[in-house]
């Protein structure tokens, strides 16, 4: 999809109606990075076995204790590859 985007905003001799477009083109860019973002962020979710998630069953034991302590459960753990941006 990304790849997708960006030849749409490609910048050839001809006119463009997407890079014209002022403050909607704007709002195209950020629309299309959140979808991008929610589809990486949506893999990631739905295929945590496949990201080798078991390797972090200490974490997993840890959150299960802080979690019990607090007397919050967590409902679903999600584990963000270091590959995405902002995970530790």
Not at 15 to 27: L, M, R, V
Not at 30 to 49: G, K, M, P, W
Not at 61 to 87: M, T, Y
């Amino acid at each position: 999809m990304l790849q997708y985007k960006s030849a749409l905003t490609a910048v050839i001799d001809d006119f463009n109606p997407i890079i014209s477009a002022g403050k909607i083109t704007q709002q195209w860019i950020v629309d299309s990075y959140l979808q991008v973002e929610a589809n990486n962020l949506n893999f990631i979710r739905t295929h945590q076995q496949q990201l080798r998630t078991e390797l972090y069953q200490g974490l997993a034991d840890h959150l299960e204790n802080a979690a019990q302590n607090a007397v919050v459960k967590a409902r679903i753990l999600v584990i963000l590859p270091s590959s995405f941006e902002g995970s530790p």
